[in-house]
């Protein structure tokens, strides 16, 4: 029994120091194995000069459900969130224009509405028709443009947690960035858990060496995110005040209740001018919730979905 405990013991820090020799290839497996159990798969497909990444899973030929990240995150924002839809839908999750593994173009414009094209694009490419499409943070910004502009498409609207709206009380991001910082953008890495605690309530389970991976990555992005960041803010024409009352689809607004970097108080704008939408306030959350609670969020989702 000594011998065996001493062998594990032995096993664990073989282990260990494999991890911390090889971190990249410790992250590249590890999110191979997140995205496995949540049934997707990463793909590739190329529009114009333009390889588009993205994770795709479930059933081919049921119905549709488009995830959209948020600034500064990618595809596997949505890994563990779809663990709980793939056995019902065929969950697609695209790396936006600008962000995870797509190429990023310094003469680009990557203000929402030519952002809201390429989507088109990419939908088309893909032969999508009629599908349910949600976002978080800037992705819910942009899914409403999206629902807006080819309402004949969306099936139904997942808000999470968007920007677009003049919340009543300001954010902690309103304030910092009013002083020229933005807390989304990494400048080194020991930031990255910084960016952690801001975005979430309870900050979500990653592994010391991904966690490092990451952080150093965002650290590689920090200065084109930043010039991403420029763009979107100065873009005046794509609020969504104006435009919500005249989307019909069925929505879903679902927020944190601790969101620092878009207040809760955003819903009271939102719920006037979307009579039709189910509204989520999600306790002990930040700003988000699929990635701080998947399970949670997705069952919320799903109750919605499932009806539309």
Same mark, same amino acid.
């Given at each position: 029994?000594?011998?065996?405990?001493?062998?594990?013991?032995?096993?664990?820090?073989?282990?260990?120091?494999?991890?911390?020799?090889?971190?990249?290839?410790?992250?590249?497996?590890?999110?191979?194995?997140?995205?496995?159990?949540?049934?997707?798969?990463?793909?590739?497909?190329?529009?114009?000069?333009?390889?588009?990444?993205?994770?795709?899973?479930?059933?081919?030929?049921?119905?549709? @459900? %488009?995830?959209?990240?948020?600034?500064?995150?990618?595809?596997? *924002?949505?890994?563990? &969130?779809?663990? =709980?839809?793939? +056995?019902?839908?065929?969950?697609?999750?695209?790396?936006?224009?600008?962000?995870?593994?797509?190429?990023?173009?310094?003469?680009?414009?990557?203000?929402?509405?030519?952002?809201?094209?390429?989507?088109?694009?990419?939908?088309?490419?893909?032969?999508?028709?009629?599908?349910?499409?949600?976002?978080?943070?800037?992705?819910?910004?942009?899914?409403?443009?999206?629902?807006?502009?080819?309402?004949?498409?969306?099936?139904?609207?997942?808000?999470?947690?968007?920007?677009?709206?003049?919340?009543?009380?300001?954010?902690?991001?309103?304030?910092?960035?009013?002083?020229?910082?933005?807390?989304?953008?990494?400048?080194?890495?020991?930031?990255?858990?910084?960016?952690?605690?801001?975005?979430?309530?309870?900050?979500?389970?990653?592994?010391?060496?991904?966690?490092? @991976? %990451?952080?150093?990555?965002?650290?590689?992005?920090?200065?084109? *995110?930043?010039?991403? &960041?420029?763009? =979107?803010?100065? +873009?005046?024409?794509?609020?969504?005040?104006?435009?919500?009352?005249?989307?019909?689809?069925?929505?879903?607004?679902?927020?944190?209740?601790?969101?620092?970097?878009?207040?809760?108080?955003?819903?009271?704008?939102?719920?006037?001018?979307?009579?039709?939408?189910?509204?989520?306030?999600?306790?002990?959350?930040?700003?988000?919730?699929?990635?701080?609670?998947?399970?949670?969020?997705?069952?919320?989702?799903?109750?919605?979905?499932?009806?539309?």
């Amino acid at each position: 029994m000594k011998k065996l405990f001493l062998g594990v013991l032995l096993l664990a820090g073989v282990l260990a120091g494999l991890l911390a020799l090889f971190p990249e290839e410790a992250t590249r497996l590890g999110m191979q194995a997140e995205r496995k159990a949540s049934g997707l798969s990463h793909k590739t497909i190329i529009i114009g000069d333009e390889t588009w990444h993205y994770l795709e899973g479930g059933p081919e030929d049921a119905e549709v @459900v %488009l995830l959209l990240h948020g600034f500064g995150g990618d595809k596997d *924002n949505w890994t563990r &969130f779809s663990k =709980y839809l793939t +056995d019902d839908y065929r969950v697609i999750a695209p790396d936006l224009p600008g962000f995870g593994e797509s190429a990023r173009h310094a003469d680009w414009d990557y203000a929402l509405p030519p952002q809201r094209e390429r989507v088109h694009g990419f939908v088309q490419a893909l032969g999508l028709e009629g599908f349910h499409l949600a976002g978080n943070s800037m992705g819910g910004h942009l899914t409403a443009l999206y629902a807006h502009k080819y309402p004949g498409q969306v099936l139904s609207m997942g808000l999470f947690n968007n920007a677009g709206v003049n919340a009543p009380e300001e954010s902690d991001m309103a304030k910092a960035v009013a002083r020229g910082e933005n807390p989304l953008v990494v400048n080194r890495p020991e930031d990255f858990d910084g960016l952690l605690e801001f975005v979430s309530y309870e900050k979500p389970f990653i592994p010391w060496p991904v966690k490092g @991976v %990451l952080a150093q990555k965002a650290v590689e992005h920090a200065e084109f *995110n930043q010039f991403i &960041f420029a763009a =979107y803010k100065s +873009d005046r024409s794509s609020g969504l005040e104006p435009i919500l009352a005249e989307i019909q689809a069925p929505s879903l607004i679902l927020w944190g209740e601790y969101d620092r970097v878009l207040d809760v108080s955003s819903v009271n704008v939102m719920r006037p001018l979307l009579p039709q939408a189910e509204v989520v306030i999600m306790k002990n959350t930040g700003h988000v919730p699929m990635l701080e609670r998947p399970q949670e969020t997705a069952g919320h989702y799903l109750g919605f979905v499932d009806k539309h």
